[in-house]
């Protein structure tokens, strides 16, 4: 028998993308849905189009508020859900008509509290599969916990934190996602995903790729402001605060300060040149002013430090990716990591900009195999690697 489900779509001019997420969600095969669109005080016509749609489909509640951010919008539309099962899409995101059909099943079968999936990155038309860190089956909880936010040496987590990616149960999320800090504006999944996580007992995981995430151009980059500094400071204080409650709480804690350095390479990473001496980027052992440098890597670390290294006194004479031509797409001046073969004595220092020890390992072979030199090679330093900043930074104030 078909249990409820609410689906919460947070929407924030998404005008260009609505219909075809809306029209996804109504299509499902799953039928017995409750839809809650969620205006958070868009300025464009997304609003029309909620209300349009609600004339169309009964299983459709519109809320309206004034704009407060994702978190106000989620829990907005939790209030309202009355499913026994909760769903997250994002309303720039559309996804495939089986999807909680699948994810229900699974639900039931395995009965676990909590489901994750893989999902389909969408990028200018391309569609590209992205798989689990872990392999699909049922686990215990307690299995996923030593690395399930990220281990010692920044390698990816093995659970991912986006919301819209699982099916969650809704008395057990009810607590969680209401008490979030509204002040997280970035990291708003994580504060509630690993949280829940704790309060599982069995966790299945699929393979299955349902889910539609758009990755758009002005998505790409980003000006960094100090909201972000408290939305970082108040991400951590709320993973901090659970994890120091649960009976795994040392281990937790130890991925939690890596985390901790994520979050700021991302988007405070001139805090640890604060006492560089007029040195920039200290984690990859510090680089004078006036240096040329190369930057291997155009993900989410990789931006993070092009943009950084605009603002200083540095010259980024290549940017390479081995996914370039998707980056390209994006607008981004991201160039073949085969045409460094001719850069070799244009820069004196190469920065591998990604988080993984594993991949930074695979990606300096291959350097090293065209000609790059070993010792032009920068990433994160041992002492970097190693260092205890999650104290100091949950001691700050707000």
């Known amino acids: 028998m078909e249990q409820p489900i609410s689906i919460i779509i947070p929407i924030y001019n998404v005008a260009l993308y609505l219909e075809k997420c809306i029209q996804s969600v109504i299509n499902q095969t799953y039928k017995n849905l409750q839809i809650i669109l969620v205006d958070d005080g868009s300025a464009d016509n997304s609003l029309e189009i909620c209300r349009r749609y609600q004339k169309q489909d009964s299983r459709i509640t519109v809320i309206h508020k004034t704009n407060a951010g994702l978190v106000s919008a989620r829990k907005a539309g939790l209030q309202e859900a009355a499913g026994d099962y909760i769903g997250y899409v ?66 990816e987590c093995r659970l991912s934190p986006y919301l819209w990616s699982k099916l969650f149960k809704r008395k057990m999320l009810q607590d969680i996602q209401m008490n979030t800090d509204e002040q997280i504006q970035l990291g708003e999944d994580a504060a509630v995903t690993y949280p829940y996580v704790l309060k599982c007992s069995r966790i299945a995981v699929s393979d299955y790729a349902g889910y539609h995430y758009v990755q758009r151009t002005g998505s790409m980059t980003s000006q960094k402001t100090a909201r972000d500094r408290q939305s970082n400071l108040a991400l951590l204080r709320c993973l901090g605060q659970a994890f120091h409650a649960d009976k795994n709480a040392d281990c937790l804690l130890k991925q939690l300060n890596q985390y901790a350095k994520l979050l700021f390479l991302l988007r405070q990473i001139e805090d640890f040149d604060k006492c560089g001496k007029g040195k920039v980027l200290r984690p990859f052992g510090s680089i004078e002013p006036g240096s040329r440098a190369v930057i291997y890597g155009a993900g989410s670390l990789g931006r993070s430090i092009y943009e950084y290294l605009q603002k ?65 090679i920068l990433w994160f330093t041992e002492a970097f690697v190693e260092a205890n900043i999650l104290d100091t930074i949950l001691a700050e104030k707000s």
């Open 90 to 155: 994002d309303g720039d995101d559309w996804i495939e008509p089986d999807m909680y059909e699948h994810l229900f099943k699974i639900m039931q079968m395995t009965e676990a509290e909590m489901v994750e999936t893989a999902y389909l990155r969408e990028t200018e038309g391309v569609s590209q599969k992205s798989a689990n860190k872990i392999a699909a089956g049922i686990y215990e909880a307690s299995e996923l916990m030593t690395d399930m936010l990220c281990d010692n040496d920044f390698n």
């Open 312 to 376: 200083k006194d540095i010259t980024v004479t290549a940017w390479a990716d081995r996914e370039y031509q998707m980056y390209q797409g994006l607008g981004l001046q991201v160039e073949s990591p085969q045409n460094l073969m001719q850069q070799k004595d244009k820069f004196d220092w190469l920065i591998i900009a990604v988080f993984s020890r594993n991949t930074m390992r695979h990606i300096r072979k291959n350097l090293t195999d065209i000609g790059i030199q070993p010792e032009k």
